[in-house]
Each structure stands twice: as structure tokens, then as C-alpha cells.
């Protein structure tokens, strides 16, 4: 059956404030599939499914998931398709909202095309929240990948940025065109996989990573001032640390000796 034949079964739109846009394309959901690269023993969340075009695929490799869709009708829609296979649990919640400490054993790998209207919160949630997730194979917005693996001193360099590199390993795996979903979306997508191993300072860094949220809230302004709260302009030189830098100049490994620093 085409992936049209369970969105028809929506008996409704796609929710814009949901951020639906449905995977159709089934190449790409093989694609991202292929890209897992868990053991069998290694269980998935997935968050997002919709009417369950990557779900689909993951279950063909005898994955274990925990799939978690807010929408009602598309709940409906994923426990008719899926409905007496045994590998497969589906919740019918918010994501930002879901317990991620049921996640238990050492390790999990998220799989997810990414609705739009969470996306961003999600990641950041997960990867500071919620280590025992240590793969990620997401598809995002194609400018929320590119400041993902941006360097310092560029325009897509930010806050995120830091707490990517600071927790995990980027890297951009292939574009995705906007033919690939119903509806289609306004912008490009891409897909991401992101490996997060557990820190012995993960306390520094997510303190780092607050740290370059405000400097970046003043982003035009040097850090001898968007940082004066925090740290004086003498104890940043004694760091060879240039106050006359701003928030986009600092490289991650600066914003984590600051925090580091302020131990």
C-alpha cells in the first residue's frame, strides 16, 4: 500500500501546528533506516511517526520501538497499520512531555523526522536531559542541520552551535527535497546523524552551553560586556581570552573554559 493510503485515512488535514508533514517518499525512509546502524538489542523512540512511513521500514529490520504521536488521528491510523506486531509500542502523547526515564538500559538510538514546531526544543531537551539516548538519526529543517555543524565566526554559528559540539558528534548526511512529504513543507530538509556518548563534565558543558545563550542574547555586543554578570574582563584575559571578542568569535572549547573556570 502507498503511504497516500494512510494519510487518507486521517479522514482529516495534516495540522500545521503540529508540523505535519508526511514522509511519502519510501526510498528516503530506507535510506534514513540504513543509517541507524544499531544492534538488534539497541531499542528506538521514535518521535513523530504520523502514519507511520519510517516506523514501517525500521520494523522490517526487527527494531524494537516506542513511538510517541500527539496527534489522536494519527495514533488511530499507526495502531491500525501496526496493529498484533509485537516490536512496537505506541503512545499517544506530547513529546515534550513524555517520561524519557521509562527509557531504560544503556543505551537508545532516536529516530525521527522531525516536526518543525518542536524540533529545535526537542533536541536540546534530549541531548542535555537524556544521555542514555546515544544515537540520533533525525531529519531537520536544512538551516537547523547547517547551525548544527557551523564554525565560529559565521552567520549560522549560535548557541545551539556550542551545545552540539560540546555534547556530540554532527554530521550531515543528505538533503531531502520537499516532494518527499505531503503536504510539502516550504523549506529543504536534511537528515543528521548525531552520536552523544555519556560526559564525565557534562555538568561544565550544559553550564557552557548557558553560558553562550546569554552571551548570544547580546550577540553584537563583546563579551567583556554580555558576560560582565558572569565573569570580569581581567579573569577572561588571564584565560587568553580576548574580551573584545563576540558571542559568534568564541569557539566552544572557550565557552567550555569559562565555564570550567567558574567552578
Not at 543509517?35 to 513523530?48: F, H, K, R
Not at 548570544?216 to 563579551?223: A, L, M
Amino acid at each position: 500500500m502507498s503511504e497516500y493510503f494512510w494519510i487518507e485515512k486521517l479522514n482529516e488535514k495534516p495540522k500545521y501546528k503540529l508540523g505535519q508533514n508526511f514522509l511519502i517518499d519510501t526510498n528516503i525512509s530506507r535510506k534514513i533506516t540504513k543509517l541507524v546502524q544499531g544492534q538488534l538489542a539497541d531499542p528506538i523512540i521514535e518521535i513523530g511517526p504520523g502514519t507511520g512511513s519510517l516506523t514501517n521500514e525500521l520494523l522490517k529490520d526487527n527494531y524494537r520501538i516506542k513511538a510517541v504521536e500527539i496527534d489522536k488521528a494519527a495514533f488511530d491510523v499507526l495502531s491500525e497499520r501496526f496493529v498484533g506486531i509485537p516490536n512496537i509500542e505506541i503512545f499517544n502523547e506530547d513529546a515534550m512531555e513524555f517520561d524519557y526515564k521509562t527509557l531504560t538500559g544503556p543505551w537508545w538510538i532516536f529516530v525521527s523526522n522531525l516536526p518543525y514546531n518542536i524540533g529545535t526544543r526537542l533536541l536540546v531537551k534530549l541531548i542535555t536531559e537524556v544521555p542514555v539516548i546515544h544515537r540520533y538519526v533525525v531529519m531537520v529543517q536544512k538551516e537547523v542541520a547547517e547551525r548544527m555543524v557551523a564554525k565560529p565566526s559565521t552567520k549560522d554559528y549560535g548557541s545551539l552551535t556550542v551545545l552540539f559540539q560540546l555534547f556530540t558528534e554532527v554530521k550531515i548526511q543528505f538533503d531531502v527535497s520537499k516532494n518527499c512529504f505531503s503536504p510539502q513543507p516550504k523549506v529543504t530538509s536534511s537528515v543528521v546523524t548525531i552520536q552523544r556518548e555519556s560526559l564525565f563534565d557534562e555538568e561544565i558543558r550544559i553550564q557552557a552551553f548557558e553560558i553562550s545563550k546569554i552571551a548570544f542574547q547580546q550577540k553584537r555586543k563583546k563579551i567583556r560586556s554580555s558576560l560582565n554578570t558572569i565573569i570580569s574582563e581581567e579573569d577572561l584575559s588571564k584565560m587568553n581570552i580576548d574580551p573584545n571578542l563576540r558571542a559568534s568569535d568564541l569557539s566552544p572549547d572557550m565557552y567550555y573554559e569559562i565555564a570550567k573556570e567558574l567552578q
